[in-house]
């Protein structure tokens, strides 16, 4: 998303609103950081983003009552003058009228939170961060396997949604079916949730449209997950050439970052769930430093050099 609407942001993080006369409804934030206006009261306005929602503490409110009141005010008009999105301010500090009065001189809403500064401000960057993110959707279906974030991925036909069926049977949650929309919150994380329309649903050849939330409980479905893997299903090929020790890591670039990806060739007989649990298992296990395939080639190589001492 592009941009995000003042009103669900002051939803969103329950804020108190101290200009409730400002209309709101087409007022945006379009850049995820966050500025704690310090320097600026001290009228240092060098290279300042004045399109950043502006978070006024306690150090901010200090420097201010340790000014004239003059002097505040002219601080504080200099900052809001210029016109930024927002001023938010924390730990239940309720601003002055003659603060709230430049406020609506500039049009500019002021806002409030009972939270620290830090714990907001860090729960302030990861909404913009998540909700501005870069976004691309993609065809397939998200699963939570174990913890993990499983996308599957394949043609059309091929039985992703009959794993993430049986999956779900199985007691993981489904997050997307279908089309997965999919943000990159940070250099090495991609969060993956479900297109409005058709979050909690997963369509089924022949019989149908299935509502996964009614038919197996809340605790069936999850709104997002981060994807940890890709695991493509593709038809099995008696001709090519498949990963059979999975010492090499395949990877799928989405957005930029490169996620670790397994091929997994389908065919009559195989169960694409219990494969997918096992490879997301196998997975976790590598991530915490265990790595079967690694540890099966240092037995044979022990092996192979205590036969050659034996011969020699």
């Not at 961060?129 to 397939?140: D, K, S």
């Amino acid at each position: 998303m592009d941009y995000i609407k003042m009103n669900d942001l002051v939803e969103k993080l329950e804020l108190i609103d101290y200009t409730p006369e400002m209309e709101l409804e087409d007022r945006r934030i379009y850049i995820p950081e966050v500025n704690r206006p310090g320097i600026q009261l001290t009228g240092f306005f060098k290279k300042f983003q004045n399109k950043r929602v502006q978070v006024m503490g306690n150090v901010e409110i200090l420097y201010l009552n340790s000014l004239k009141k003059e002097k505040a005010l002219e601080a504080y008009e200099n900052l809001v003058s210029r016109i930024v999105p927002c001023v938010i301010f924390t730990n239940s500090l309720k601003p002055y009228k003659d603060i709230l009065a430049i406020n609506r001189k500039y049009n500019v809403p002021a806002y409030g939170t009972p939270m620290k500064s830090s714990p907001f401000e860090a729960e302030l960057i990861r909404f913009l961060g998540e909700t501005l993110a870069p976004t691309i959707t993609l065809h397939g279906v998200l699963v939570d396997v174990f913890g993990e974030g499983v996308l599957l991925m394949g043609e059309s036909g091929i039985g992703k949604s009959e794993a993430a069926l049986e999956l779900v049977k199985r007691g993981h949650r489904l997050i997307s079916d279908d089309a997965v929309e999919i943000r990159k919150v940070s250099e090495t994380r991609l969060v993956g949730t479900a297109p409005d329309i058709t979050r909690h649903f997963i369509e089924l050849r022949g019989a149908g449209i299935i509502d996964v939330k009614t038919l197996f409980g809340v605790e069936s479905v999850e709104e997002t997950h981060e994807i940890d893997l890709v695991i493509k299903l593709v038809e099995w090929d008696n001709e090519a050439v498949y990963n059979r020790l999975g010492l090499d890591n395949e990877y799928t670039e989405i957005l930029g970052n490169k996620v670790v990806t397994y091929t997994i060739p389908i065919r009559p007989g195989r169960n694409v769930a219990v494969i997918t649990e096992t490879t997301a298992l196998n997975h976790r296990q590598k991530k915490m430093g265990y790595d079967a395939a690694a540890e099966l080639t240092r037995r044979i190589q022990e092996r192979i050099l205590e036969k050659r001492r034996q011969k020699s």
